[in-house]
């Protein structure tokens, strides 16, 4: 993996299904998308397992561990054939399965550039605020410098639920929404995802696309 520039963090079977199977995808994903939890007969309702939480906080340090080992090591060397990524100006931290991660780096290592993007929707306040670690994971958030949504609206929940949660007011600039956080200027932008369309049309002009398409 380090031939490409790509580095590990080792997770044992049951740390990832807790984390992931469990905190990520059933309990995140649900409340993301606005997906009520399933119905269950009187007296037998699916209780909250704290292992799960316990599990996400444990996998978003050994990521914390993995990104400062490499950041760490800086440059690689001449002789060094087998680390050919270079020191990143950001670190970029993808999805709700890395809310705490930001923070984790920023305390540890407070003069690192951090990005955090969202790859789904991010749910109103009414809906977030029913997660007994909200403040938590909002807090882990805003370790980064800059956050990104797809949508206006995820962004405007967001700060919503920053500022109704924790109290923490915004502002505007020419940057975009600016959160006061401890004295330290987070900024929230909105950055849509999509394709390269002439890409794709080069592609699809292709005759085996033409092809394959008839």
Known sequence: MREHGSYPVILDAQLVDRYYNGFCNDVLWPVFHYVPLPAYQAGAEKKFDARLWEAYKEANARFADAVLEVWSAGPPTENDSTATAKVPDYVWVHDYHLMLL?????????????????????????????????????????????????????????????????????????????????????IITCVHAGVEPAALSRVAALPETEQARR
């Open 102 to 186: 930001p923070s984790m780096l920023k305390q540890r290592m407070p003069e690192l550039n951090i990005g955090w993007f969202l790859h789904t929707p991010f749910p109103s306040s009414e809906i977030f605020r029913t997660l007994s670690m909200r403040s938590e994971l909002l807090r882990g958030v805003l370790g980064a410098d800059r956050i990104g949504f797809h949508l206006f609206e995820y962004a405007r929940h967001f700060v919503t639920n920053v500022r109704r949660l924790l109290g923490i007011k915004n502002a505007h600039d020419r940057r975009g929404v600016v959160l006061d956080v401890d004295g330290r200027d987070v």
